[in-house]
Structure formats: structure tokens, C-alpha cells
């Protein structure tokens, strides 16, 4: 069992009210990767430029992260710049030099044509498609998207979205791509162009699942620091999907379990800036806050 | 078993996008005791004018709700007026005209004195004290409070909190009156100046209770129609301290079903103007979307 993730590897300055870090590793691809390797084998398929040395590439090192489909071309890698508000609830892009990125053209080796999951990062919906005609018939096919996309793309999205099993999307983007404020009549709507289950995102406030087996809402994790929410959306996909790439129970359990798991690699995402949290966290301790998720919801009639 | 709510009972009138109601009945007591009543006898404590009538006083009849404490004088019935955003995620008030209300003092009838809970209403933090001053020993003192008092009554506030069991506020509220914007960070700094059970009600994102027992989480019940949310929140505090003034297992259990309960009467709440669908609510349907709740949010490790 393997995943593939195409989307950015790059580097970001994030400035938070806690403090301020300087080109670090960041990007859709890299968030993804991490949380999805304590499960399954990843397949990585990114861009970056001549400045992307051994000291990033060291986060993969030791994981079960293939890097073969990392291309490395002439140039600067994407570098993301941002400033976090005081509350941390919302974020100014300071600068979005896309370098590399602009020119990305996701090939995907022969040796990850056969991945069970693939998961489509951020990119252009035509870019999306073009990856799933070089894999074969994979088991699930997810995908993330974002508002430039929705309204700049709206037609080329709909038929990659046709093609999806798993949309993730953020409550806005939920509601701009269905046209539908209610979030169950926007689901419904979503459901109806193709992904038949629908995660939507809504950061401190929890994730609410749509799918053939019904309606699941699963809480964030209360935390008492909140660092830097930068990632926090890919290392759910990662922790998510990566654990339901390896699940072999009921598909109905199974979904629950990995938005919980998703969620649980997020909310030790935030905890510190880039991927340091997720650098040094454990299964053990991977396995203790989802006990603690439990804990966190049970209730009985 | 009986619990007692001090509160106001209004008239409402209300524009949503769906449509608008004149003059219907409202207020935190009427909301909260018509929710209350499906668990345990109900003793309301309020003011209205003359221009209140046997109309209003229907919605109480039939129900184990006691009126004595419903003080009638001469002058207008407190009269509330808002219009709702398109998305119902916010309101304007048009008009708040406090008529009776203004002078309300509560009074207990001797026959209320023992009442096993006590809901203190959205009121000056004063008069709330003077409610307990009147009442023996409730096994559960809970009250609500507003920014209003927040930012207007600070010090009498803080001295009616030292006597109170369960406080119920909104997360602005609890941000707001403990000076942080960590969510679990104020909910520490709140239950330090009295209240042993903190409920933070977020709307449509659900609700957070912090306790002895330790945190729960709970969603609120994705609803495909929201017809009008004016009253969700007392109403959601009328079914959790209704169904905890009843309730005979262990604690940390009944507390958490307790707050789904609460969730369930909101839900409804919500589904029609004023007090209508919970006049026509039944305990069946209440059981069947509680174990909805169950089915929402249910997962094993």
C-alpha cells in the first residue's frame, strides 16, 4: 500500500505573535508527506530550485518518503511569505514568489504509477487531471483545491472534480464552490459533482464529514498554545488520508477514524513552526491524543 | 425535582431571509422554560406588561410550567426587534425597548425557594445575587451573563460568579470576561473565579464544556433549514439544565448527555420563529435526534 501527493514543496517566512522563523520548510507536499509517512509509504512528486538543499531535504530523511518525483530545475523554490494577526485567526500574505512552482508540470515515475491513494494537492485543476492520466486506476482519488481555482477555473474544476472521490475543502470554499451557504445544502450540491465524500475544514472549529455512510463532526483538539496554524490543512489530509490508505475494516469506521487521526497529526502540527512538531513526534504520542479525541467526545445514550 | 429560571418574557419581533414575525413571543425565560419542561417542573420568575395576554400565556399551558412567579404590571411588555443577515450569521438590532424589564426585580414565591436548580437569566449581575439570596441551598446555582455586564458591571459580576456552579456564555463572551484569547486558556482563568462548569456555546460550530470531569465537545446538529436562531441559546440552556435537574447517573455522563440534550432542543429551536416548533415538539422526536447526535459523532479507536 503507498500514497502519492503532487502538489508544493517550498519555503516559507511565517511571522506569528510567538516569534518569527526565516525560510523554512514549508509547502502542501512537504506537510502532507510527513503526517501521511507514520502510516503508509509516500510517493512524492514537487519542484524545487537549486536552493533546496540537504538541510530540507533531511525532514524526509529516515521516513518512508520517496523523493524520486521530486524534481529539482534551475531556480529558486516557491517561497511564501505571511504574517499571523494577534488572535491568529487570519493571515496577510506578505509576499508569494511562486519561482519553480510557475512552471510545474507534475511527471509522475513509473514506480508510483500503481499508488492505492493519490492525493491532488493545490494546483491547477488541468495540472490535477493531467496527473490521473498517468497513474493507473488508483483506490481513491483526493483532492484539494482553493478559491483562486473555484473562480478563475470554475469549468476545468468541475471535471477533475468529476474524477475525484475525496474533495477536502474549508468551509468558504465550500460555500463559493456550490454557491450554497448552508453547509449541508452546499455539501449535497458538492457531492453531486462527483466526490461522493466531502471533508470539510473549519480549523479551531472541527471538521464535518459528508459521505454515502452519512454526516460525521469531529472537534478540533482544545489546545492551550497554538504556535504557528501554518500546514495545520495539508497535515490533516496527510494524517487522513494516509491512515485511511492503510485501513482494511469497515469503510464506515474506518472514514471516522481517519478524520480523527487526521486531525489528531494537525493539532501537533500547530504546536510549532514548519514541520518541527511533526519532526520529532511519535506514534505513541500519535496514538494518546487520538485516545484523548475519544475522551474529548464520548457520550452515551 | 423543579428548577427555577429567572429571565425575561418578551415580545419579538424578527426578520430573518425567510420572513418576518411580529410581536411573537420571546425572551430568555419563555425559550428556557418551554425547553426545561420536557424534563422537570419549571418555576418562572419575570415581568410583563399589560399588553401581554392570554395569547402568549397559551404557549405555557399544558406544561409543568408554574406562573406564579410571572409578576404582570401596569406599562408595555419588553420588546425586542432585529433583522438577520442574509447568512443568519449575524443581526442588527432595530429596537430594544426595555419597557417593565427596566425595572424589573425579581421576587421568589415561597413555593420556588427550594427549587433543586437555579438558571440565573441574563441580567444585572446584582440582581442576580439577590435572586440567590432568596432561594435555600440550590443543588445547582447556573447563570448567564453578556458583554454588556462584562464591560459595564465587572466587579459585581465577578462577586456573582464566586456563588454560581455552571456558567453558560458564547465564545466572544468567555474571551471577553477572561482577558484571553486562548479558548482553553480562558476557560481556566473563568472557572478560577467560581464556576466549577464553564459551557462556551458557539453556534453553529457547537459547544466546548470544561469541568471537573474534563473537557467535552459536541457539534451542533447540521441542519438544513435555519429558519430563525433567536432563542437557541437559552433554549439550549433550558435542555441542559432541565435534563441535568432530572438526572440521577453518575456525573460526568449525565453532564456530557446533559449538553447534547441541549444541542437537541436547539436544533429545533431553530426550525421555525419564536417558540413555535417547540411547542409542537415531542419527547419521541427529541430521543431520535439525540441518538442522531450519537450517530454524528460516534468512533472507536
Redesign the interface.
Known sequence: MSILVVGSVAFDTVETPFGRAERVLGGSASFFAVAASFFVPVNLVGVVGTDFGEKELAAFAGRKIDLEGLERTEGLTFLWEGKYS??LNSRDTIRTDLNVFEFFKPRIPPAYRSSDVVFLGNIDPVLQRDVLEQVNKPRIVACDTMNFWISRKADELRKTLAKVDVLLVNDTEARELSGE?????AARAIRAMGPHTLVIK?G???V?MFSDE??????AF?????FDPTGAGDTFAGGFLGYLAGAVGPPD?EL??A??MGSTLASFCVEAFSLDRLLTLTRTEIDAR??QF????????
Chains 1, 2 share one sequence.
Open positions: 494577534h488572535d451557504w448552508n453547509i449541508v445544502k473549519k479551531e472549529h472541527g464535518l452519512g454526516s460525521f463532526a469531529a472537534p482544545p489546545l492551550e498554545e497554538v469506521q471516522r477514524r478524520i480523527i487520538f485516545r475519544l475522551e474529548l467526545t464520548r457520550f452515551s445514550e
